[in-house]
């Protein structure tokens, strides 16, 4: 099975988000998430008075799609012109974990135009794939001699920066498989989940991407605008520590052989939240099936990420499954709300007492009017909870009762994953991809 996702460059967007270097975030009343980051100050990359920045994210044939949608989707809540550039020959590259990711270009008609930040998300062999693009090696460093922003995740500052040269005797972190490779190529390696230098900014893994993106946020446009879009992302104010679901009435979920899982996609679904599901789940070995309720197989995302399911859901509802699972996302969450079909699909889940779940704002727009939380405690994105008739657990990332899981929002979409993976495998299972995705200390 694979997602194909394709990318549309956006007009700015307003943004939600909050954190900085030092601020503490308790959600759900939005005071302060904290995300944490080394840093060594700053000098041509101040913010500028502009409010249009443009950002160029590569993506290749082996990128990490986690960490490709969430730096994407996190820049473009902040205003950022993003333009996703295939360096491939074609158009669409094969991501891991079988999604399809179709840029907005090729690399090639991006060789002019000039970026205020160059960011590269991680994954293995995409970083390679990245040292070896001569033309990509030609931009970026163009872009270091213009004292413009430069960042990578994951692999990429070892793999990719490190055998250009850009990190000769700059402080730089990423993925702890690379530190090694990081250390001889000149840099002077730190394990922060996020470290900035400079006009460099360098991160660790999936699980570090979301704090990765919000600082390259506030080096774009400043503190406030970080802020504002760190806030609604829910973001975990203990990066790195073991994650914790709220168990009520506990039950085993049970499946024969491999798990069949559903993830319904529609136009305005978070793509975050979406592929962030998706990538853990097939990372357990799990059989995802990605239903569109639209009536094409690709929808347009909440940011303007344009994702194309591997079935529609008409075909996806002749088999069973041991989860349906929901995605947020405004948008999506009408969209879900309103197909009969998948309305029908999620009750005979719950009168078979087979598991189903949902986050963000589809707990509150599709599972309680259609009477899914009867007798049921839940969670759901903050600013959606008064829609819920029993508001008792919804200060919890994540809930799960019984055969059903809920969760909160962009920043809760790793915690929501890994609890479905603990539900069907045990915890140590998901410990066990938890850590490699520094989503905890490894």
């Known amino acids: 099975m694979s997602i194909l996702l394709r990318h549309v460059i956006p007009p700015p967007h307003s943004v939600l988000y909050s954190t900085s270097e030092k601020s503490k975030l308790n959600f759900p009343s939005f005071r302060n998430p904290r995300f944490s980051f080394s840093s060594i100050k700053a000098t041509a990359?101040?913010?500028?008075?502009?409010?249009?920045?443009?950002?160029?994210?590569?993506?290749?044939?082996?990128?990490?799609?986690?960490?490709?949608?969430?730096?994407?989707?996190?820049?473009?809540?902040?205003?950022?012109?993003?333009?996703v550039a295939s360096i491939e020959k074609q158009i669409r590259v094969d991501a891991t974990y079988d999604v399809k990711l179709v840029a907005d270009s090729h690399l090639s008609e991006c060789s002019d135009a000039v970026f205020d930040l160059i960011t590269l998300p991680g994954g293995i062999p995409g970083a390679?794939?990245?040292?070896?693009c001569q033309l990509l090696e030609k931009l970026v460093k163009k872009q270091v001699e213009d004292g413009k922003l430069y960042a990578a995740v994951c692999a990429s500052p070892a793999v990719a920066f490190g055998s250009w040269g850009l990190?000769?005797?700059?402080?730089?972190t990423c993925h702890p498989f690379f530190m090694d490779e990081l250390k001889s190529s000149g840099a002077i390696t730190v394990e922060s989940r996020v470290h900035e230098e400079g006009n460099v900014v360098t991160s660790r893994g999936p699980g570090t991407t979301m704090e990765f993106a919000v600082a390259l946020v506030e080096k774009l446009?400043?503190?406030?605008?970080?802020?504002?879009?760190?806030?609604?992302?829910?973001?975990?104010?203990?990066?790195?520590?073991?994650?914790?679901?709220?168990?009520?009435?506990?039950?085993?979920?049970?499946?024969?052989n491999v798990p069949q899982v559903l993830v319904p996609i529609a136009n305005g679904t978070e793509e975050m939240e979406a592929i962030?599901?998706?990538?853990?789940?097939?990372?357990?070995?799990?059989?995802?099936?990605?239903?569109?309720?639209?009536?094409?197989?690709?929808?347009?995302?909440?940011?303007?990420?344009?994702?194309?399911a591997d079935v529609l859901l008409d075909e996806a509802a002749k088999l069973s499954y041991d989860l349906i699972v929901l995605p947020g996302g405004l948008g999506g969450a009408q969209a879900f709300a309103k197909s009969e079909k998948l309305v029908n699909m999620?009750?005979?889940?719950?009168?078979?007492?087979?598991?189903?779940?949902?986050?963000?704002?589809?707990?509150?727009?599709?599972?309680?009017?259609?009477?899914?939380?009867?007798?049921?405690?839940?969670?759901a994105f903050p600013a959606m909870c008064n829609k819920l008739s029993d508001p008792s657990e919804i200060e919890n990332r994540v809930v799960v009762d019984g055969?059903?899981?809920?969760?909160?929002?962009?920043?809760?979409?790793m915690e929501f994953a890994l609890g479905i993976v603990e539900k069907l495998?045990?915890?140590?299972?998901?410990?066990?991809?938890?850590?490699?995705?520094?989503?905890t200390h490894p």
């Open 45 to 83: 990359a101040t913010p500028m008075a502009s409010t249009t920045k443009k950002v160029l994210v590569p993506i290749a044939n082996g990128t990490e799609p986690i960490e490709a949608v969430i730096t994407i989707d996190v820049l473009r809540r902040g205003g950022a012109d993003v333009t």
């Open 128 to 132: 390679t794939n990245f040292k070896n």
């Open 167 to 172: 990190l000769n005797g700059l402080k730089a």
């Open 221 to 256: 446009f400043g503190k406030e605008k970080a802020d504002e879009v760190s806030g609604p992302l829910v973001m975990r104010s203990n990066h790195g520590d073991e994650y914790s679901i709220k168990e009520l009435n506990p039950m085993q979920w049970t499946f024969d």
């Open 276 to 308: 962030i599901i998706i990538d853990i789940l097939r990372r357990a070995k799990v059989n995802v099936v990605v239903a569109s309720v639209e009536d094409s197989l690709e929808i347009l995302a909440s940011r303007k990420v344009k994702l194309e």
């Open 346 to 379: 999620l009750k005979k889940q719950r009168e078979s007492n087979r598991p189903y779940g949902a986050m963000c704002a589809s707990p509150a727009l599709v599972l309680e009017p259609h009477g899914l939380l009867k007798g049921k405690k839940a969670t």
């Open 403 to 413: 055969n059903l899981i809920t969760s909160r929002g962009p920043g809760t979409t």
């Open 425 to 439: 495998f045990g915890r140590d299972k998901a410990l066990e991809l938890a850590k490699p995705m520094l989503f």
